[in-house]
DNA sequence: TTGACATTGTTGCACCTGCAATAAACCTTT
DNA sequence: AAAGGTTTATTGCAGGTGCAACAATGTCAA
């Protein structure tokens, strides 16, 4: 395209004979965020086309689903912090997936403010179809990736530890 | 006494005597897409906090910004493909930001349905800003990475690669 | 040239999202 | 027990989002 790229203003503090500046050359496709997110938009939107047609649930309904089929009865709280979720949007899931039939809301006896949130049997019958497409999802990831595969989840791993990008302080 | 833990829906496909059943044991915490997810959005979060304070701007105008700075004037189409945006989504952030004045809308001469966003200077002066504070927080996860730094970056690029899970076929 | 089809960017729409405000329940201190 | 503060879940609101529809422009064969 453009030949030469002018250099419109050659900055007169630049002292050094660099050739490239990391300021001028800076590219998004390189860009470790970007490259994160863009990965993993593309990744949890082809899962979601996997069950959303079929089974007409979103990724946060996704979750909410899958943790409490791993958990059993647990609070809104609990699935806020274990789902990587607002609590907001927990609360919005739990009510469209109770409005489905899929799970049920009962408040706790001992703790009048806390909701115990719990698959219904159509909500185990839902899982017992989308686990298995969830599991070949992965496998299908662990294929393509490799030996790669491994050492992203230990990264994935250092990244989700707490501290750095925690939650709450 | 049998002391056998009841084993609720003995799947008669299942003739090993195994002791672990992945549906049963499913765990969000261990899903690969639930993971890059998690992270991603950690990650994506915390360098926004960075910069939307200061500058006001979101993460799809970080981006638009990153694409123009890089590549000069070019169309929304070109940035939707190599910012990884939906393209309504380009042309709503092209609009906040030239409202904001940070970058020009010019009808291309040889073919009128593109446009050609550019930076204006005010947009440069922005960057100036803007990318010391993106390549300082890339190095600081880089160093929280350590030698997983790269091998992330390698998955992501299989992840990344065109293929299954491309945009469009 | 014309007419059919493709591409580009914007917008209407329904929905989702994060944040702050809120009500209800709980806890602690007096 | 009462007051003041904390925690939990929901909801109002302003704005963002994807998708489909659309108008404008371009392409190409007949």
Redesign the interface.
């Known amino acids: ?2 030949p030469t790229p002018a250099r419109p203003m050659p900055e007169p503090s630049e002292p050094s004979g660099g050739q490239t500046n ?2 001028q ?5 390189g ?17 979601a086309d996997r069950y959303r047609e079929e089974f007409g649930i979103s ?1 946060p309904e996704w ?1 909410v689903l ?2 409490l ?2 958990a059993g009865p647990v609070s809104v709280r609990d699935i806020e912090a ?3 979720m607002e609590k907001s949007k927990v609360s919005r899931a739990a009510s469209r997936l109770e409005r489905a039939g899929y799970i049920s809301k009962a408040v706790n006896d001992t703790d009048k403010r806390l909701l115990e949130l719990q698959l219904t049997e159509s909500g185990r019958e839902l899982m ?1 179809q989308l ?2 497409v ?2 070949q ?2 496998a ?3 294929e ?3 030996p ?2 491994e ?10 530890a707490p501290g ?2 925690g939650r709450k302080e």
């Open positions: 395209m453009t990391p300021l050359d800076f590219d998004l496709a860009f470790l965020p970007y490259r994160l997110a863009a990965a993993a938009a593309r990744t949890s939107r082809a899962f990724i979750r899958a943790h089929h791993h274990r789902a990587d017992r686990l298995p969830a599991i999802f992965q299908e990831m662990v393509r990736l490799g790669a595969a050492r992203l989840d230990a990264a994935l791993g250092v990244l989700l750095p990008g």
